[in-house]
């Protein structure tokens, strides 16, 4: 047998080796352990950092997404695999000072670590082609907000109104806003608590807004500072209890920070949407690292409270699962969960680790700092790797803290004695779903682990995505067909005889305004299926361009608009462009309106999704892409339910084996000869570690144990005794028995993956039409738009 495996095909993650009387072992971890999330705890230098990629390699492998907080720049070298392993992979990543210590010339060092790397990976009992399996397993994307080297993340163009479940749960609802509001304070270094007057008014806005399911963007709050959409705030009125020349103060400190022209790639990139950032559109799982590592630590606080926010927002509106999805990784927690203080990042990193197991989200948190860390918020993290620590302090703080969290009694001493000697790149491992405490060394990674990326590397490495996202957008902007406005021809506000209203919208502040006509179409559309449970009121909104020599509408031709924006009052200096005549027929417009109702009646639909063969269907606020992780769960979760039968099926079988096997070692040993070969021990330790973890035992212990005792200094001469010679043959025929039955289980693992795979589950679109009564509240207004 080979001394590789193919880990993944018993869903498990290989992390490490582990020694057992002497002889070395894999040391594997059931991905599902993680939904009760996991700790990682360690001195600078003491491999935390691998082990983190280690556990993101594995996920990416597994194809499960992941979500990567990386405020160091230690994470993005994920992103550095290199299947061939050629000395030239490597090269450009070298720095000169590297170079210059080594005493070789960068050709030289280029070849040092690629052999190093080939030799590291197959040492740790794993195939070369695990590089390729994990570079080809998932979409790799670095985002940097703030920032043009990465792809750039939009998160204030507008804070996103939460939905209908997180309204529902009032406390959550608060916890959201309450954190919004912080993170935006730390922007201006405002250290006011929640009673403060901009906690409150803040508070109150977005309670204002949110409430009403309306969007905010940045600029309209801070207009709403200035002008709130309420008079009273508890029982004074606003002025008494902030005066409007301490709320203009206020709102200038705020558009200083967003004026800043720095500040201006806040605003660009990829929307904040965690749905997208799961999957991509071929399927292919993705892997997104937020690079913060160039941000200021208020600009850190108020990007990772936002993304936290986000993603408490987005998993609310999921079903429950128990199934592992996604994981959430942050490789620095310093700072952001302390025992005391109660950032903005606080409260949502608890309710996640409180609530996401549910919703099928494992959480990884990593520490250099362990007096820094809420061990009473940590109570919810089913395992614990803890590395080398620094101070006798630390050790008591990560003890106390591991015994306050563990169920069963802990050994306090044996515990401080081992974390006092481990050496670099050796962990304790606690885990929650396991009896025993395990010491490991970490894996090779197949990553090549560079340490913190530059700018200037992560943009090399972005290069060809921001390429592929920049020919999109130049697409996008030339199929907008924009009319052709002659500034020349504005003339005075045309008087009109009909009774439609009008309604301005300015994008400027000018000494002179040139509005050009649009008709503005709204109404409202009530859909409603009792049998798939949809009851929905949804309002359409959009204008059309008016050609003064227009003799009717093109519906086809509408922009959709947002209302809410719009002025009843016009601005002096303004010059309108001609209309055309219709506008001023009373009858036109009566049956205008009459023809919108019927367009929308022919054209507007709610778009549902459905796979008939899990009987699933698509909820009336369910995107695409959350029906299709939707889907993706209730898979995993029948690939979970037949491996466990698989696990139930075959467990006796390997039990069996084992026994018969331990009772030829305790022949072996009671005859005190030294019966196997270092190949048999190897093999023995190898395929144990593998079927007792895929089994969930830790009996491999004691036949590993009887392997290493039965293995000590004989000489050469007793082992050509016949009756050793026939014990160990009856050992390597169990073991091949063993063997086989390990690629059975392989075998019908990928009949099952097979067999669940989302590409073989259709998704069909199918469609709820208004009745003509339920369209109603149908307008025409005209739109003054300036140009």
């Known amino acids: 047998m080979n001394s590789t495996f193919d880990y993944e095909k018993l869903k498990l993650f290989y992390i490490g080796k582990e020694k057992i009387d002497g002889q070395i072992t894999p040391l594997v971890y059931q991905n599902k352990d993680l939904l009760t999330h996991a700790a990682i705890i360690g001195m600078t230098g003491s491999g935390k950092t691998g082990l983190g990629i280690t556990l993101l390699e594995e996920a990416a492998i597994d194809e ?15 992103l550095l695999n290199f299947p061939d392993l050629n000395p030239t992979d490597f090269e450009p990543w070298l720095d000169d000072s590297e170079v210059s210590n080594s005493g070789l010339t960068k050709e030289e060092l280029a070849i040092k670590v690629a052999k190093n790397y080939k030799e590291g990976i197959q040492r740790d009992f794993q195939d070369l082609s695990r590089i390729k399996k ?10 940097t907000p703030g920032s043009s080297a990465g792809i750039q993340v939009s998160i204030l163009s507008s804070f996103k109104a939460p939905t209908i479940e997180i309204l529902e749960d009032m406390e959550l609802f608060s916890n959201i806003i309450n954190s919004t509001v912080h993170s935006i304070l730390s922007l201006i270094d405002d250290k006011s608590d929640e009673t403060s007057k901009e906690s409150i008014l803040l508070a109150s806005i977005f309670t204002n807004y949110f409430k009403e399911q309306k969007d905010l963007s940045l600029e309209e709050l801070i207009t709403l500072i200035v002008t709130p959409p309420f008079s009273k705030i508890g029982v004074f009125d606003l002025e008494t209890f902030f005066a409007q020349s301490d709320r203009l103060k206020f709102a200038l400190k705020i558009n200083t920070i967003i004026a800043s022209p720095s500040f201006s790639t806040w605003l660009e990139g990829e929307s904040l949407d965690i749905s997208k950032m799961l999957y991509s559109q071929s399927g292919k ?14 600009q850190r606080m108020f990007f990772v409270t936002i993304l936290l926010n986000q993603i408490l927002a987005w998993m609310r509106r999921q079903e429950g699962t128990t199934s592992l999805k996604a994981l959430l990784y942050m490789d620095e927690i310093f700072g952001y969960f302390p025992p005391q203080a109660n950032p903005p990042s606080k409260q949502p990193m608890l309710t996640l680790l409180k609530q996401a197991r549910s919703f099928g989200i494992g959480i990884i948190l990593s520490t250099q700092n362990p007096v820094d860390i809420d061990y009473k918020g940590l109570s919810n993290i089913g395992t614990w790797f803890i590395g080398r620590l620094q101070t006798k302090q630390d050790i008591e703080k990560v003890i106390d803290g591991l015994s306050s969290a563990s169920e069963d009694g802990l050994n306090k001493q044996d515990l401080s004695l081992a974390l006092g000697s481990l050496p670099k790149r050796n962990f304790i491992m606690k885990n929650i779903n396991e009896e025993s405490i395990k010491t490991f060394e970490t894996r090779w990674a197949l990553s ?16 060809n995505k921001k390429n592929k996202n920049y020919v999109k957008i130049e697409e996008d902007k030339t199929s907008i067909n924009e009319p052709f406005i002659d500034v020349s021809k504005g003339k005075s506000k045309p008087i009109l005889v009909s009774n439609i209203k009008e309604k301005y919208s300015y994008s400027s502040q000018n000494n002179a305004y040139y509005m050009q006509g649009y008709l503005l179409f709204s109404c409202s559309i009530h859909y409603l299926y009792t049998l798939k449970n949809v009851d929905l009121k949804e309002n359409i909104n959009f204008k059309i361009y008016l050609d003064e020599k227009a003799t009717d509408i093109n519906f086809d031709e509408r922009e959709d608009v947002l209302i809410d924006s719009f002025e009843d009052k016009e601005k002096t200096n303004s010059f309108y462009y001609e209309l055309p005549s219709f506008i001023q027929n009373e009858k036109e417009l009566k049956l205008l309106e009459r023809n919108f109702a019927d367009y929308v009646y022919r054209n507007f639909k709610l778009t549902l999704f459905k796979n008939d063969i899990l009987k699933l269907s698509s909820k009336q606020h369910e995107s695409l892409n959350d029906f299709k992780i939707r889907i993706q769960d209730r898979l995993n979760e029948k690939i979970d339910l037949e491996i466990e039968k698989l696990k139930q099926k075959f467990e006796k079988e390997n039990n069996i084996l084992e026994q018969k096997i331990s009772k030829l070692f305790d022949r072996l040993e009671k005859e005190q000869q030294d019966a196997t070969s270092a190949t048999t021990n190897s093999i023995i330790s190898i395929g144990t570690s593998i079927l007792g973890a895929f089994f969930g035992k830790s009996s491999k212990t004691a036949i590993i144990s009887k392997v290493a005792t039965s293995s000590k200094g004989v000489s050469r001469a007793l082992k050509e005794r016949s009756d050793i010679k026939s014990v160990e043959s009856e050992i390597d025929t169990l073991k091949s028995l063993q063997d086989s039955l390990e690629d059975k289980l392989k075998i019908e693992i990928e009949k099952i993956n097979d067999e669940f795979d989302i590409s073989k589950y259709t998704i069909d679109e199918f469609f709820i039409k208004p009745k003509r009564t339920d369209i109603y509240d149908i307008k025409i207004d005209l739109l003054w738009q300036e140009q």
């Open 448 to 463: 090549y682990l560079k340490g913190p990326l530059s700018k200037d590397a992560i943009k090399k490495l972005m290069e």
């Open 134 to 143: 994990l570079k080809d397993s998932a979409d790799f994307t670095i985002y």
């Open 285 to 298: 799982a993705k892997v997104n690292i937020f690079s913060i590592a160039h941000l200021n630590d208020s």
């Open 64 to 78: 499960i997404p992941s979500i990567i907080i990386d405020p160091k720049g230690d994470m993005t070298n994920l």
